[in-house]
């Protein structure tokens, strides 16, 4: 009963919670985009809502880290599914419960277009990650799909407000150009903070042929171009979005790029962008719903007490070096 037990709680962790905030935060992002502003309210239903659609990012999370078995070895950092012995069978049972209650969830709500774009995520995720496409391994294509990813939490989102005509039997994108022109800063950033989290594993990566942006470009190009993907936040924030939120996260995220221009030779350096990026980009979504910085808190607090008491290691870290997954 005790191994079972353990068994369940390594699977929900190999989800990977901490990635799925950053889910719930691109939600809320669309949301705000959707003229509801900053500290919406919004009711029981609509939390439900988005955290059935985030089960679907939790199953490609899942789906990742099978298709990535061998390389996540070469890697540092502690991946749980090679190093909890977790069988891959059961790694593939729990992601297909999380994918049905996502999309059979969601459509029994009434919410047929939040489940479509649930079960988009899934498609894209197994394309990003399983042969013979694998796009994780691809330049360009590894940042862009996880881009798209966020653009469907955003999307998610924009319906849940109740936007576009996304409402309980509504139509599919009435409004789809302004859906683009609210989303494309979010993309952007998107896009940034995707190529920055592929660096620290350009060694592994290349050992098993994985030919990222990161290891077909190197380390320093690949970090121009998500400075450069942040720097273009600010002219498409200012004359085509109107978005002053995603400019305020740009402002705020690419001083902790420059460092790394200068002193390539420091871990911290090239570390440093992705996670003050994701710190940033949660407490801006914490303006829009307040619930998420307590829930993020908690969920941070939950995995590093995981880790720390049932394998021994320090994660999530803030420190550059520290364990990773």
């Known amino acids: 009963m005790k191994k079972f037990l353990l068994l369940i709680i390594d699977l929900l962790f190999l989800t990977r919670p901490i990635i799925i905030v950053p889910v719930w935060a691109f939600c809320a992002f669309g949301i705000y985009s959707a003229d509801k502003g900053l500290f919406t309210h919004l009711w029981p239903d609509q939390y439900l809502l988005i955290l059935l659609y985030s089960l679907a990012p939790a199953a490609v999370y899942i789906i990742n880290q099978m298709a990535d078995y061998e390389v996540d070895k070469a890697n540092e950092g502690f991946p749980l599914l090679v190093r909890c012995n977790i069988p891959m069978k059961a790694a593939g049972i729990f992601a297909a419960v999380c994918a049905l209650t996502s999309i059979l969830g969601l459509m029994m709500m009434g919410y047929g277009t939040i489940a479509f774009l649930a079960l988009i995520a899934i498609i894209a995720g197994c394309i990003y990650s399983c042969k013979p496409f694998s796009l994780s391994g691809r330049p360009f294509l590894d940042f862009l799909t996880n881009a798209f990813e966020a653009f469907l939490a955003f999307a998610a989102g924009w319906c849940v407000s109740g936007a576009s005509g996304c409402v309980r039997g509504g139509e599919l994108f009435r409004d789809a150009p302004e859906l683009y022109i609210r989303a494309l800063p979010y993309f952007l950033l998107m896009c940034s903070g995707s190529i920055s989290s592929t660096l620290p594993d350009i060694r592994g990566d290349r050992a098993h042929g994985k030919i990222t942006t990161a290891v077909r470009f190197g380390p320093k190009t690949a970090h121009c171009t998500a400075l450069g993907c942040l720097l273009t936040v600010i002219p498409v924030s200012l004359l085509i ?37 994701g710190a940033v980009v949660m407490l801006a979504a914490a303006t829009i719903l307040p619930v998420l910085l307590p829930a993020g808190i908690a969920v941070y607090f939950m995995t590093w007490l995981y880790f720390r008491l049932r394998h021994k290691v320090s994660y999530p870290s803030l420190k550059s070096g520290g364990t990773d997954v």
């Open 241 to 277: 979005s109107n978005d002053y939120l995603a400019l305020i996260c740009a402002l705020l995220v690419i001083p902790v790029y420059i460092p790394y221009l200068f002193n390539s030779k420091k871990s911290i350096y090239m570390e440093l962008p992705h996670k003050a990026g």
